[in-house]
């Protein structure tokens, strides 16, 4: 049985799909692969409730495999689609169950000629996801773009996506778009920028929100779907646009409503004074 399997077994989340089936169609990262010879179980980190993992087999010329499916105790605890293949391996994508929750081994089982055991022992939690908001100077200028950065942490085995808002208005941002999604591979940090366009002058308070919960209707489903009431990062943000003329006289634009233009050095000496 060691003579089989002498490439690597790759575990990767399914999150990233630019079509539905085809193995070239997936977007394969940062696979955690290992010689197999002789080795029966694998410790392969962090992994969240309800998530679709593409398990992968790569095999030898020699190798008769048909089929990878979990043993009868993990039945009731995922979901299991057909195996596919490649002319260089075999590979199938398997769904926990949003009920699977803390330590929890999955028992892969490789069946054709001959048949074997593998055991994937990871941590099921929905705490994969760790957001840091970086220092960042408060002063800030009228129109121009003022970056908000963050670091975002994803200790589990499979690829996040997470949606950054905020409670502005729309006409703060680029092309009016409050909101940003973006993909956080495994194991990794990434710093992401919130960037923002102030619109009036003085000390400004507003909110940025990071979801972290996304999950698939069904494994091969390319649409995202949040939960807005869980998993969510709410910081304050607190910047104080620089008071000058085209700051004041802009702001008024997004502030006051002009009802006529002898109305208008009204409202602008009085800001300015102010």
């Given at each position: ?20 089936t085809?193995?070239?169609?997936l ?12 080795v ?10 309800g ?9 030898n ?16 605890d ?13 590979y199938?994508?398997?769904k926990?169950?949003?009920?699977v929750?803390?330590?929890?081994k ?6 054709g ?29 009228y ?26 208005p ?12 973006e993909?956080?591979?495994?194991n990794?940090i ?11 002058v ?5 909110n ?17 779907l ?6 969510m990062t ?13 700051g ?13 233009a ?12 102010n």
């Open positions: 049985m060691s003579n089989y399997l002498k490439l690597s077994l790759m575990v990767i989340a399914l999150t990233t799909i630019i079509c539905t085809s193995l070239h169609a977007q394969l990262l940062e696979p955690v692969s290992t010689d197999l010879t002789g029966s179980s694998i410790d392969v980190g962090y992994a969240a409730p998530e679709s993992i593409l398990i992968s087999f790569l095999l010329p020699e190798d008769k495999f048909d089929l990878i499916t979990v043993s009868e105790d993990n039945i009731a995922v979901i299991v689609e057909n195996t596919k293949r490649t002319p260089e391996s075999i199938t994508t398997i926990l169950n949003s009920d929750d803390g330590l929890y999955l028992k892969l089982v490789l069946v000629e001959s048949r074997r055991e593998i055991t994937l022992s990871m941590y099921v939690t929905n705490d994969v996801i760790a957001t840091i908001l970086l220092p960042y100077e408060e002063k800030a200028n129109d121009s773009a003022k970056k908000i950065k963050f670091n975002i942490i994803n200790k589990a085995i499979s690829t996040k996506k997470i949606k950054i808002t905020s409670d502005l729309v006409y703060w941002f680029d092309k009016y778009n409050p909101s940003k999604n993909l956080i591979q495994p990794s990434k710093e992401i920028t919130y960037v923002v366009w102030p619109k009036t003085g000390n400004k308070e507003f940025i929100k990071i979801y972290t919960n996304y999950n698939s209707e069904n494994i091969f489903n390319t649409i995202p949040i939960a807005e009431d869980e998993a709410n910081y304050h943000i607190k910047i104080n646009v620089i008071k000058n003329l085209s004041i006289y802009g702001s008024f634009d997004h502030s006051l409503p002009l009802f006529g002898n109305t208008f050095p009204i409202y602008f000496f009085n800001k300015l004074i």
